[in-house]
């Protein structure tokens, strides 16, 4: 149980803590679409509320650096585990600095296994993930390890199997990886040693789909990187150019699969990296949730998602475990940050019953990410989801703010919880599509949506906490590092900015039931990991001992 607070009783109604995902605080009104926005409620908030600043980036969220940008995982993570831990990134990157990373079980189990390969041959290992260095789900300098020692111990080949990004780096930058990805490749492959890209597509297109939205999208990828099916070329840089030349206007992350191969003289091309038996598969990729779909597709003996065709039998491993408590997947390269005593865990202990809703695409960022990457509940929660649509979401920038409204005030009015947590995607899923156009619309939904969800809070007595897992929407353009302006195009027009940003995100406490009696205090260090606290706080209990401090001001 939380000790109760001796200065404050708590407000007598439910504390909500409402995430506008990919809502930040823009450093130049430039490009960001939230400034563009016609946001009548987020003004009168920002107005009359108390509002903070919560750094949502690098080391505040457990980043290797303050040079990288917050994402969801971390950014939920902080938010309901109240501390930072240092996260996949870092984790990885220290695992393979020390050598530990090699001496592990599971890294010595994919050697043996694609060395003792099948039939009598020798297995290839293949590498699957997002090839960029995003730092959010993987980072190319760790694949780029991973080849090195591959060939040090002794394997004769490898293939790779290289997801574009285009969303955690420029929009149009696969190229800017490929490249060099692929002469490094070939400059290590001497004495025997064989690497190259076998095939890849767009991370929207293939493979990382997240949380059961789109299972199609990971049979699509499988049937590219196992069965090798799709549109064949000599090598991965001359599959994006000529995917490029094939659909003008795709950016990255929404080209089309593409499968290496080599022709014979008739024209016939015969793919270079199949996934056969006897083989041993690691998917770089440190973060969970578009992890988990591919993984289940490679371990699972009982599985009905897509038609496998024919299911080779690897050693597989994931470069962490993606799901502590489903053990997904049981071999894994590093082991992923133990967060403990997470808020949802002592609320539920305090007795609070809890809610948390989002529609499918952010659905696992406030249950399972919320929860410290755990896929159960704790007792007493109660989770909804809204089912997501199955659009580019440029064409659909409300998105379902309005439905998770609607389940937001039947919960509140439902009089049974005393702590909801919600999630708007639209500000994040939007900005990552890079239309500023639907990017403001975004913002304008979610600025609807707390038009309904305030007074609901309102007639429950309630606060809100109303703040943001990390910026995207506030930066639609790409900002030239120096100067901070947009950077254009030959043609005049604006780079279009589809990563997330360094900024700062808002903490703005609703309140209209304390009389003015609650405040938030600006701190210098004030973080995501400040949130759990002054929730806490809020209903009149102490923090755990673990958790960062609160920002809540009782005066
Ligand atoms: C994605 O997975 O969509 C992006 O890489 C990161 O976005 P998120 O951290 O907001 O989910
Ligand atoms: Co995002």
Redesign the pocket.
């Known amino acids: 149980m939380l000790h109760k607070l001796s200065t404050f009783a708590g407000v007598s109604g439910p504390v909500v803590v409402i995430i506008m995902?990919?809502y930040g605080i823009a450093s130049n009104k430039a490009g960001s679409a939230i400034d563009a926005a016609t946001k009548p409620t987020l003004d009168r908030l920002f107005a009359q509320f108390p509002h903070i600043r919560l750094r949502a980036h690098g080391t505040a969220v457990g980043m290797p650096s303050d040079e990288d940008m917050?994402?969801?995982?971390?950014?939920h993570n902080a938010i309901g585990a109240g501390q930072v831990y240092s996260q996949g990134a870092a984790l990885v990157a220290n695992a393979i600095a020390d050598g530990s990373i090699w001496q592990g079980n599971a890294w010595q189990e994919i050697v043996a296994g694609a060395k003792a390969g099948a039939h009598g041959k020798p297995g290839t290992l293949h590498f699957i993930g997002?090839f960029s260095d995003?730092n959010?789900?993987s980072h190319i300098d760790h694949l780029r390890a991973l080849v090195v020692q591959a060939k040090a111990e002794g394997i004769n080949t490898v293939r790779i199997h290289a997801l574009l990004?285009g969303?955690?780096v420029p929009e149009t930058s696969a190229l800017d990886y490929i490249v060099p990805f692929e002469a490094f490749l070939q400059a290590l492959s001497t004495d025997g040693f064989d690497a190259r890209i076998a095939s890849g597509g767009g991370?929207q297109t293939i493979t990382?789909d997240?949380y059961d939205a789109n299972w199609p999208m990971v049979a699509r990828g499988w049937r590219t990187h196992v069965l090798g099916e799709g549109p064949q070329f000599a090598n991965a840089t001359a599959a994006v150019i000529g995917l490029r030349e094939m659909h003008p206007g795709t950016i990255d992350q929404d080209l089309p699969e593409f499968v290496i191969a080599e022709f014979e003289e008739n024209g016939h091309g015969k793919p270079i990296g199949t996934i056969e038996d006897g083989d041993a598969v690691v998917l770089f990729n440190f973060?969970g949730?578009?992890a988990l779909e591919i993984t289940r597709s490679f371990v699972d003996d009982d599985f009905s998602h897509f038609d496998r065709v024919r299911r080779p039998d690897v050693s597989y491993a994931g470069m962490l475990q993606y799901d502590g408590d489903l053990q997904l997947p049981k071999r894994f390269l590093v082991s992923p940050p133990a967060i403990k005593d997470t808020s949802g865990e002592w609320f539920s202990k305090s007795g609070l019953a809890q809610f948390a809703c989002s529609e499918t695409?952010?659905f696992g960022?406030v249950t399972y990410f919320w929860n410290g990457n755990r896929s159960g509940k704790f007792e007493g929660e109660t989770w909804q989801e809204v089912p997501s649509d199955l659009v580019p979401f440029e064409q659909r920038p409300w998105m379902k703010a309005a439905e998770i409204t609607d389940a937001m005030i039947a919960a509140l009015q439902s009089g049974k919880y005393q702590v909801l947590r919600c999630n708007y995607a639209n500000g994040?899923?939007v900005g990552?599509t890079g239309n500023f156009r639907a990017a403001t619309m975004a913002i304008e939904a979610v600025d609807l949506a707390l038009s309904r969800l305030l007074p609901a809070i309102d007639a429950a007595g309630g606060v809100a906490l109303i703040t943001a897992?990390?910026g995207?929407a506030d930066e639609m353009f790409e900002l030239d590092k120096k100067t901070r302006q947009p950077t254009q195009n030959e043609n005049g027009s604006f780079k279009a900015k589809t990563?997330?940003t360094l900024n700062p995100v808002p903490l703005i406490l609703y309140d209209t039931v304390s009389g003015g009696k609650l405040g938030l205090q600006q701190t210098d260090s004030a973080g995501l990991s400040n949130i759990a606290a002054t929730v806490a706080n809020l209903l009149g209990l102490q923090k755990h001992d673990k958790w960062d401090d609160s920002v809540l001001q009782i005066k």
């Open positions: 995902d990919g917050g994402n969801s995982e971390v950014g997002l995003g959010v789900h990004d969303r955690d991370r990382m997240r973060r949730d578009r695409q952010k960022h994040d899923m990552h897992d990390h995207n990563a997330h």
